[in-house]
Protein backbone atom coordinates (compact mmCIF):
# COMPACT_ATOMS: atom_id res chain seq x y z
CA UNK A 1 0.00 0.00 0.00
CA UNK A 2 1.29 3.50 -0.90
CA UNK A 3 2.03 6.31 2.10
CA UNK A 4 1.39 9.55 1.64
CA UNK A 5 3.08 12.58 3.67
CA UNK A 6 2.79 15.88 3.64
CA UNK A 7 5.31 18.95 4.50
CA UNK A 8 5.06 22.13 4.30
CA UNK A 9 8.63 24.49 4.32
CA UNK A 10 9.25 27.98 4.21
CA UNK A 11 11.95 29.39 1.74
CA UNK A 12 13.10 33.12 2.61
CA UNK A 13 13.63 35.08 -0.91
CA UNK A 14 16.35 37.13 -1.43
CA UNK A 15 14.78 40.31 -0.84
CA UNK A 16 11.23 41.79 -0.36
CA UNK A 17 8.68 40.56 -3.91
CA UNK A 18 5.86 43.44 -4.24
CA UNK A 19 2.89 43.27 -6.35
CA UNK A 20 -0.35 45.34 -6.12
CA UNK A 21 -1.90 42.84 -3.66
CA UNK A 22 1.01 42.86 -1.34
CA UNK A 23 4.37 42.17 -0.25
CA UNK A 24 6.42 39.04 1.38
CA UNK A 25 9.87 38.63 2.15
CA UNK A 26 9.32 34.47 2.42
CA UNK A 27 7.88 31.39 -0.08
CA UNK A 28 5.59 28.87 1.88
CA UNK A 29 4.99 25.96 -0.19
CA UNK A 30 3.36 22.83 0.79
CA UNK A 31 5.10 19.03 -0.21
CA UNK A 32 3.35 15.98 -1.36
CA UNK A 33 5.44 12.88 -1.43
CA UNK A 34 4.10 9.34 -2.33
CA UNK A 35 5.76 6.50 -1.66
CA UNK A 36 5.08 3.43 -2.95
CA UNK A 37 7.18 -0.19 -3.78
CA UNK A 38 10.24 1.42 -2.84
CA UNK A 39 9.84 4.30 -5.37
CA UNK A 40 8.82 7.91 -3.93
CA UNK A 41 7.11 11.05 -6.01
CA UNK A 42 7.13 14.47 -5.02
CA UNK A 43 5.02 17.78 -5.72
CA UNK A 44 5.41 20.96 -4.97
CA UNK A 45 2.64 23.68 -4.78
CA UNK A 46 1.93 27.75 -3.59
CA UNK A 47 -1.00 28.11 -1.78
CA UNK A 48 -2.52 31.82 -3.01
CA UNK A 49 -4.97 33.55 -0.71
CA UNK A 50 -6.12 35.25 -3.62
CA UNK A 51 -7.98 32.14 -4.69
CA UNK A 52 -9.19 31.37 -1.18
CA UNK A 53 -6.37 29.13 -0.43
CA UNK A 54 -4.03 28.80 2.84
CA UNK A 55 -1.31 26.42 3.72
CA UNK A 56 -3.72 25.12 6.37
CA UNK A 57 -6.77 24.28 4.05
CA UNK A 58 -4.20 22.77 1.06
CA UNK A 59 -3.06 20.52 3.81
CA UNK A 60 -6.48 19.79 4.49
CA UNK A 61 -7.66 18.91 1.13
CA UNK A 62 -4.36 16.71 0.50
CA UNK A 63 -5.09 14.82 3.48
CA UNK A 64 -8.76 14.16 2.34
CA UNK A 65 -6.99 12.39 -0.31
CA UNK A 66 -5.29 10.05 1.95
CA UNK A 67 -7.30 7.33 1.99
CA UNK A 68 -8.21 6.83 -1.58
CA UNK A 69 -4.80 7.65 -2.79
CA UNK A 70 -2.60 4.88 -0.22
CA UNK A 71 -5.01 2.46 -1.62
CA UNK A 72 -4.86 3.32 -5.77
CA UNK A 73 -2.39 5.79 -6.65
CA UNK A 74 -4.47 7.03 -9.77
CA UNK A 75 -4.08 10.70 -11.63
CA UNK A 76 -7.66 10.07 -13.09
CA UNK A 77 -9.10 9.18 -9.97
CA UNK A 78 -7.83 12.69 -8.82
CA UNK A 79 -8.86 14.65 -11.75
CA UNK A 80 -12.33 13.53 -11.58
CA UNK A 81 -12.05 13.69 -6.86
CA UNK A 82 -10.49 16.92 -6.43
CA UNK A 83 -10.95 20.45 -7.77
CA UNK A 84 -8.31 22.43 -9.43
CA UNK A 85 -5.77 24.67 -7.28
CA UNK A 86 -2.56 23.79 -5.41
CA UNK A 87 -3.73 20.62 -3.27
CA UNK A 88 -4.04 19.06 -6.58
CA UNK A 89 -1.44 20.24 -8.57
CA UNK A 90 0.85 18.93 -5.33
CA UNK A 91 -0.28 15.29 -5.97
CA UNK A 92 -0.77 15.43 -9.63
CA UNK A 93 3.07 16.28 -10.17
CA UNK A 94 3.82 13.20 -7.24
CA UNK A 95 2.06 10.85 -9.15
CA UNK A 96 3.34 11.63 -12.41
CA UNK A 97 7.05 11.83 -10.36
CA UNK A 98 6.08 8.44 -8.99
CA UNK A 99 5.12 7.02 -12.15
CA UNK A 100 8.34 8.03 -13.75
CA UNK A 101 10.03 6.44 -11.13
CA UNK A 102 8.58 3.14 -10.95
CA UNK A 103 8.99 3.07 -14.76
CA UNK A 104 12.13 3.93 -14.88
CA UNK A 105 11.51 6.10 -17.32
CA UNK A 106 11.29 10.21 -17.82
CA UNK A 107 7.75 11.81 -17.64
CA UNK A 108 7.61 13.37 -20.93
CA UNK A 109 8.06 9.91 -22.61
CA UNK A 110 5.20 8.54 -20.00
CA UNK A 111 3.31 12.07 -21.29
CA UNK A 112 4.36 11.38 -24.97
CA UNK A 113 6.00 14.29 -25.12
CA UNK A 114 9.37 15.69 -26.92
CA UNK A 115 12.29 15.32 -24.70
CA UNK A 116 12.21 19.20 -23.17
CA UNK A 117 14.63 21.24 -24.32
CA UNK A 118 16.52 24.93 -22.07
CA UNK A 119 13.97 27.70 -21.91
CA UNK A 120 14.39 31.35 -21.69
CA UNK A 121 12.72 32.60 -18.30
CA UNK A 122 11.37 36.44 -17.37
CA UNK A 123 12.75 37.47 -14.27
CA UNK A 124 10.77 39.56 -12.34
CA UNK A 125 11.19 43.09 -10.86
CA UNK A 126 8.88 43.54 -8.14
CA UNK A 127 7.01 46.26 -7.17
CA UNK A 128 8.38 49.33 -6.51
CA UNK A 129 8.91 53.21 -6.71
CA UNK A 130 10.21 54.85 -10.09
CA UNK A 131 13.40 55.14 -8.98
CA UNK A 132 13.60 51.74 -7.15
CA UNK A 133 12.74 49.57 -10.69
CA UNK A 134 14.44 51.37 -12.63
CA UNK A 135 17.69 50.42 -10.74
CA UNK A 136 16.33 46.80 -10.67
CA UNK A 137 16.16 47.34 -14.05
CA UNK A 138 19.60 48.54 -14.77
CA UNK A 139 20.96 45.58 -12.45
CA UNK A 140 18.70 43.25 -14.57
CA UNK A 141 19.63 44.47 -17.90
CA UNK A 142 21.67 41.86 -19.49
CA UNK A 143 18.56 39.87 -18.94
CA UNK A 144 16.68 39.15 -22.42
CA UNK A 145 13.41 39.68 -20.69
CA UNK A 146 11.87 41.47 -17.83
CA UNK A 147 8.78 41.10 -16.15
CA UNK A 148 7.45 44.35 -14.27
CA UNK A 149 5.12 44.29 -11.37
CA UNK A 150 2.86 47.24 -11.91
CA UNK A 151 -0.07 48.66 -9.89
CA UNK A 152 -1.80 52.09 -11.45
CA UNK A 153 -0.76 55.15 -10.34
CA UNK A 154 2.62 55.91 -11.24
CA UNK A 155 3.19 52.87 -13.46
CA UNK A 156 4.22 54.56 -16.97
CA UNK A 157 7.10 56.08 -15.22
CA UNK A 158 7.75 52.78 -13.75
CA UNK A 159 8.08 51.93 -17.38
CA UNK A 160 9.90 54.19 -18.82
CA UNK A 161 12.84 54.40 -15.83
CA UNK A 162 12.73 50.26 -16.66
CA UNK A 163 13.13 50.61 -20.54
CA UNK A 164 15.89 53.53 -20.20
CA UNK A 165 17.60 51.45 -17.69
CA UNK A 166 17.24 47.93 -19.65
CA UNK A 167 16.70 49.22 -23.14
CA UNK A 168 17.53 45.79 -25.20
CA UNK A 169 15.40 43.74 -23.15
CA UNK A 170 12.05 42.66 -24.10
CA UNK A 171 9.39 43.52 -21.34
CA UNK A 172 6.12 42.61 -20.08
CA UNK A 173 3.41 44.11 -18.06
CA UNK A 174 1.31 42.66 -14.91
CA UNK A 175 -0.83 44.94 -13.31
CA UNK A 176 -2.46 41.44 -11.00
CA UNK A 177 -6.19 43.29 -11.73
CA UNK A 178 -4.54 46.69 -10.53
CA UNK A 179 -5.99 48.85 -13.40
CA UNK A 180 -9.60 50.14 -14.04
CA UNK A 181 -10.48 50.01 -17.81
CA UNK A 182 -9.31 53.77 -18.14
CA UNK A 183 -6.24 53.05 -16.94
CA UNK A 184 -5.58 50.41 -19.46
CA UNK A 185 -6.95 52.79 -22.50
CA UNK A 186 -4.70 55.61 -21.36
CA UNK A 187 -1.73 53.36 -20.62
CA UNK A 188 -1.71 50.41 -23.80
CA UNK A 189 -0.57 52.74 -26.65
CA UNK A 190 2.39 54.01 -24.54
CA UNK A 191 3.12 50.93 -23.53
CA UNK A 192 3.56 49.76 -27.29
CA UNK A 193 5.12 52.84 -27.78
CA UNK A 194 7.99 51.56 -25.32
CA UNK A 195 8.05 48.33 -26.51
CA UNK A 196 5.89 46.53 -24.36
CA UNK A 197 5.10 43.41 -25.96
CA UNK A 198 2.26 41.56 -23.19
CA UNK A 199 -0.07 43.24 -20.44
CA UNK A 200 -1.02 40.54 -18.22
CA UNK A 201 -4.29 40.90 -16.24
CA UNK A 202 -4.93 44.15 -16.54
CA UNK A 203 -8.48 43.80 -15.46
CA UNK A 204 -10.36 41.94 -12.33
CA UNK A 205 -10.98 38.47 -12.83
CA UNK A 206 -15.02 38.71 -13.39
CA UNK A 207 -15.20 42.34 -14.32
CA UNK A 208 -12.89 41.67 -17.63
CA UNK A 209 -15.84 42.02 -20.30
CA UNK A 210 -14.94 45.40 -20.98
CA UNK A 211 -11.49 44.12 -22.57
CA UNK A 212 -14.04 42.92 -25.37
CA UNK A 213 -14.76 46.34 -26.68
CA UNK A 214 -11.93 48.17 -25.69
CA UNK A 215 -8.50 48.66 -28.14
CA UNK A 216 -5.01 46.54 -27.59
CA UNK A 217 -2.62 48.30 -28.86
CA UNK A 218 -0.50 45.53 -27.14
CA UNK A 219 -1.67 42.00 -26.82
CA UNK A 220 -3.58 41.35 -23.27
CA UNK A 221 -3.19 37.79 -21.23
CA UNK A 222 -5.26 36.18 -19.20
CA UNK A 223 -3.80 35.33 -15.66
CA UNK A 224 -6.61 35.28 -12.71
CA UNK A 225 -8.95 34.78 -15.31
CA UNK A 226 -7.72 31.74 -15.94
CA UNK A 227 -7.43 28.63 -14.22
CA UNK A 228 -8.44 25.10 -16.32
CA UNK A 229 -10.05 24.48 -19.35
CA UNK A 230 -13.59 25.40 -17.79
CA UNK A 231 -12.52 28.98 -17.73
CA UNK A 232 -11.65 29.24 -21.28
CA UNK A 233 -15.21 30.01 -22.46
CA UNK A 234 -15.32 33.89 -24.18
CA UNK A 235 -11.22 34.53 -23.45
CA UNK A 236 -10.70 34.43 -26.75
CA UNK A 237 -13.19 37.85 -27.11
CA UNK A 238 -11.09 39.47 -24.44
CA UNK A 239 -7.79 38.43 -24.12
CA UNK A 240 -4.99 37.28 -26.61
CA UNK A 241 -3.01 34.89 -24.38
CA UNK A 242 -3.36 32.88 -21.21
CA UNK A 243 -0.89 32.43 -18.71
CA UNK A 244 -1.28 28.80 -16.99
CA UNK A 245 0.09 27.79 -13.95
CA UNK A 246 0.33 24.63 -12.45
CA UNK A 247 -0.81 25.97 -9.11
CA UNK A 248 -3.99 26.94 -10.93
CA UNK A 249 -4.86 24.16 -13.50
CA UNK A 250 -4.49 21.71 -10.93
CA UNK A 251 -1.29 19.93 -11.77
CA UNK A 252 0.55 18.68 -14.84
CA UNK A 253 -2.34 16.74 -16.13
CA UNK A 254 -4.54 19.42 -16.67
CA UNK A 255 -2.31 21.86 -17.46
CA UNK A 256 -1.51 19.85 -20.06
CA UNK A 257 -4.80 20.09 -21.65
CA UNK A 258 -5.23 23.37 -20.92
CA UNK A 259 -2.50 24.73 -23.24
CA UNK A 260 -3.66 22.34 -26.12
CA UNK A 261 -6.93 23.84 -25.91
CA UNK A 262 -6.06 27.32 -25.48
CA UNK A 263 -3.77 26.91 -28.74
CA UNK A 264 -6.80 25.48 -30.59
CA UNK A 265 -8.89 28.48 -29.04
CA UNK A 266 -6.25 31.26 -31.19
CA UNK A 267 -4.56 31.92 -27.44
CA UNK A 268 -1.18 31.70 -27.50
CA UNK A 269 0.37 30.48 -24.27
CA UNK A 270 2.70 32.01 -21.68
CA UNK A 271 3.40 29.70 -18.83
CA UNK A 272 4.26 30.88 -15.17
CA UNK A 273 4.05 29.88 -11.92
CA UNK A 274 3.96 31.51 -7.81
CA UNK A 275 7.22 32.10 -5.74
CA UNK A 276 8.82 28.50 -5.30
CA UNK A 277 11.45 26.42 -5.62
CA UNK A 278 12.21 24.00 -8.25
CA UNK A 279 10.15 21.57 -7.57
CA UNK A 280 7.39 23.73 -8.42
CA UNK A 281 9.32 24.87 -11.66
CA UNK A 282 9.96 21.31 -12.94
CA UNK A 283 6.96 19.80 -13.93
CA UNK A 284 6.20 23.73 -16.26
CA UNK A 285 8.98 23.06 -17.64
CA UNK A 286 7.19 20.63 -19.93
CA UNK A 287 3.93 23.18 -20.33
CA UNK A 288 6.59 25.67 -21.13
CA UNK A 289 8.02 24.02 -24.35
CA UNK A 290 6.97 26.19 -27.22
CA UNK A 291 5.04 28.88 -25.02
CA UNK A 292 5.76 32.42 -26.06
CA UNK A 293 6.84 33.67 -23.48
CA UNK A 294 8.11 31.85 -19.66
CA UNK A 295 7.68 33.45 -16.74
CA UNK A 296 9.68 30.29 -14.37
CA UNK A 297 12.24 32.58 -12.30
CA UNK A 298 10.73 31.64 -9.13
CA UNK A 299 14.23 30.05 -7.49
CA UNK A 300 15.78 33.43 -8.85
CA UNK A 301 13.99 35.28 -6.01
CA UNK A 302 14.78 32.95 -3.43
CA UNK A 303 18.09 32.86 -0.85
CA UNK A 304 18.67 29.48 -2.41
CA UNK A 305 17.30 26.93 -3.80
CA UNK A 306 16.35 22.76 -2.63
CA UNK A 307 19.14 20.73 -3.91
CA UNK A 308 19.45 19.28 -6.27
CA UNK A 309 17.33 22.09 -8.24
CA UNK A 310 17.22 22.94 -11.32
CA UNK A 311 20.16 24.79 -13.41
CA UNK A 312 19.64 28.27 -14.43
CA UNK A 313 22.52 29.96 -16.39
CA UNK A 314 21.34 33.69 -16.71
CA UNK A 315 18.05 33.14 -17.63
CA UNK A 316 18.50 30.22 -19.48
CA UNK A 317 16.90 27.13 -17.42
CA UNK A 318 17.44 23.71 -18.16
CA UNK A 319 15.20 20.65 -17.62
CA UNK A 320 15.02 18.84 -14.30
CA UNK A 321 17.53 15.77 -13.69
CA UNK A 322 15.72 12.89 -12.21
CA UNK A 323 16.54 13.25 -8.51
CA UNK A 324 14.73 16.25 -8.50
CA UNK A 325 11.56 15.43 -10.44
CA UNK A 326 10.52 13.12 -13.21
Known amino acids: MAKLETVVETWPL ?6 SRGSKTEARVVVAMIQDGGHAGRGECVPYARY ?4 ESVVAEIDAQRWTLERDPDRGALQRGMKPGAARNALD ?3 WDLEAKRAGRRVWDLAGLPAPQALETAYTLSLG ?12 SARPLLKLKLSGPGD ?27 IFTELS ?21 EL ?26 KYEAVNIKLDKAGGLTEALALAAAAREAGLAIMVGCMVGTSLSMAPALLVGQGARWVD ?31
Not at 52 to 55: N, Q, R, T, W, Y
Not at 189 to 209: F, H, M, N, S, T
Open 14 to 19: AGRFTI
Open 296 to 326: LDGPLLLAKDRVPGLDYHGSLVSPPAAALWG
Open 129 to 140: SVEEMGAAARAA
Open 93 to 95: CAL
Open 52 to 55: GESL
Open 156 to 182: LERVRAVREGAPRARLVVDANEAWTPA
Open 189 to 209: PKLRDLDVELIEQPLPAGADD
Open 212 to 237: ANLPHPVPVCADESCHDRASLAGLAK
